[in-house]
Nanobody
Framework: QVNLVESGGGLVQAGSSLRLSCLFS????????LSWFRQAPGKEREFVAG??????ATDYADSVKGRFTISRDSTKVYLQMNSLKPEDTAVYYC????????????????WGQGTQVTVSS
Protein backbone atom coordinates (compact mmCIF):
# COMPACT_ATOMS: atom_id res chain seq x y z
CA GLN A 1 0.00 0.00 0.00
CA VAL A 2 1.33 3.42 -0.97
CA ASN A 3 1.13 6.21 1.59
CA LEU A 4 1.48 9.88 0.63
CA VAL A 5 1.83 12.72 3.11
CA GLU A 6 1.92 16.33 1.92
CA SER A 7 3.40 19.24 3.83
CA GLY A 8 4.57 22.80 3.29
CA GLY A 9 1.33 24.64 2.72
CA GLY A 10 0.50 27.92 4.40
CA LEU A 11 -0.72 31.49 4.11
CA VAL A 12 1.46 33.79 2.03
CA GLN A 13 1.19 37.07 0.18
CA ALA A 14 0.98 37.35 -3.58
CA GLY A 15 4.41 37.21 -5.16
CA SER A 16 5.79 34.92 -2.46
CA SER A 17 7.12 31.38 -2.77
CA LEU A 18 6.31 28.08 -1.12
CA ARG A 19 7.70 24.60 -1.48
CA LEU A 20 5.35 21.68 -1.02
CA SER A 21 6.66 18.22 -0.18
CA CYS A 22 5.05 14.83 -0.52
CA LEU A 23 6.61 11.93 1.36
CA PHE A 24 6.11 8.58 -0.40
CA SER A 25 6.24 5.26 1.43
CA UNK A 26 5.08 1.70 1.15
CA UNK A 27 6.45 0.67 -2.24
CA UNK A 28 9.43 1.27 -4.49
CA UNK A 29 9.41 5.01 -5.11
CA UNK A 30 11.06 4.78 -8.51
CA UNK A 31 8.24 2.58 -9.83
CA UNK A 32 5.66 5.34 -9.49
CA UNK A 33 4.79 8.44 -11.42
CA LEU A 34 3.83 11.36 -9.19
CA SER A 35 1.77 14.43 -9.81
CA TRP A 36 0.34 17.42 -8.01
CA PHE A 37 -3.30 18.42 -8.26
CA ARG A 38 -5.23 21.19 -6.59
CA GLN A 39 -8.81 21.96 -5.73
CA ALA A 40 -10.10 25.42 -4.95
CA PRO A 41 -13.41 25.97 -3.11
CA GLY A 42 -16.34 25.41 -5.44
CA LYS A 43 -14.12 24.23 -8.28
CA GLU A 44 -13.16 20.88 -9.70
CA ARG A 45 -9.84 19.30 -8.97
CA GLU A 46 -7.24 20.22 -11.57
CA PHE A 47 -3.87 18.98 -12.65
CA VAL A 48 -0.93 21.19 -11.68
CA ALA A 49 2.29 19.34 -12.47
CA GLY A 50 3.51 15.81 -13.01
CA UNK A 51 6.67 13.82 -13.23
CA UNK A 52 7.04 10.43 -14.77
CA UNK A 53 9.05 7.59 -13.47
CA UNK A 54 12.49 8.66 -12.33
CA UNK A 55 11.80 12.27 -13.43
CA UNK A 56 11.92 11.09 -17.03
CA ALA A 57 9.53 13.81 -18.10
CA THR A 58 7.67 16.69 -16.54
CA ASP A 59 4.38 18.32 -17.44
CA TYR A 60 2.78 21.53 -16.23
CA ALA A 61 -0.60 23.13 -16.47
CA ASP A 62 -0.47 26.29 -18.52
CA SER A 63 -1.57 28.32 -15.51
CA VAL A 64 1.58 27.44 -13.56
CA LYS A 65 4.15 26.98 -16.31
CA GLY A 66 7.22 29.11 -15.66
CA ARG A 67 6.27 29.64 -12.00
CA PHE A 68 6.09 26.12 -10.54
CA THR A 69 8.70 23.38 -10.69
CA ILE A 70 8.19 19.72 -9.85
CA SER A 71 11.10 17.58 -8.72
CA ARG A 72 11.73 14.35 -6.86
CA ASP A 73 14.47 12.70 -4.89
CA SER A 74 14.63 9.20 -3.43
CA THR A 75 11.53 9.47 -1.22
CA LYS A 76 9.77 12.75 -1.92
CA VAL A 77 8.23 14.75 -4.69
CA TYR A 78 8.36 18.52 -4.40
CA LEU A 79 6.47 21.43 -5.87
CA GLN A 80 8.37 24.70 -5.82
CA MET A 81 5.88 27.49 -6.27
CA ASN A 82 7.15 30.97 -7.11
CA SER A 83 5.36 34.20 -7.90
CA LEU A 84 2.23 32.95 -6.21
CA LYS A 85 -1.08 34.52 -7.13
CA PRO A 86 -4.39 34.62 -5.26
CA GLU A 87 -5.82 32.26 -7.87
CA ASP A 88 -3.31 29.63 -6.74
CA THR A 89 -5.25 29.34 -3.48
CA ALA A 90 -6.38 25.73 -3.12
CA VAL A 91 -5.83 22.46 -1.35
CA TYR A 92 -2.90 20.78 -3.05
CA TYR A 93 -2.80 17.01 -3.36
CA CYS A 94 -0.06 14.60 -4.26
CA UNK A 95 -1.03 11.60 -6.38
CA UNK A 96 0.85 8.47 -7.39
CA UNK A 97 0.34 5.65 -9.82
CA UNK A 98 2.41 2.80 -11.10
CA UNK A 99 0.94 2.76 -14.59
CA UNK A 100 -0.27 6.28 -15.35
CA UNK A 101 1.45 9.68 -15.39
CA UNK A 102 -1.00 11.94 -17.17
CA UNK A 103 -3.38 14.73 -16.25
CA UNK A 104 -6.49 12.71 -15.49
CA UNK A 105 -6.81 12.55 -11.71
CA UNK A 106 -9.29 9.69 -11.81
CA UNK A 107 -6.60 7.36 -13.09
CA UNK A 108 -4.30 7.78 -10.11
CA UNK A 109 -4.66 5.07 -7.49
CA UNK A 110 -3.07 6.79 -4.51
CA TRP A 111 -3.66 10.20 -2.99
CA GLY A 112 -2.43 12.20 -0.04
CA GLN A 113 -4.65 14.08 2.37
CA GLY A 114 -3.80 17.49 0.93
CA THR A 115 -2.18 20.67 2.18
CA GLN A 116 -3.81 24.10 2.12
CA VAL A 117 -2.19 26.94 0.22
CA THR A 118 -3.70 30.38 0.66
CA VAL A 119 -2.36 33.38 -1.24
CA SER A 120 -3.55 36.80 -0.14
CA SER A 121 -3.60 39.80 -2.44
Amino acid sequence: QVNLVESGGGLVQAGSSLRLSCLFSGRAFSDYALSWFRQAPGKEREFVAGTGWRLSATDYADSVKGRFTISRDSTKVYLQMNSLKPEDTAVYYCAADQNYSGRHGGLYNFWGQGTQVTVSS
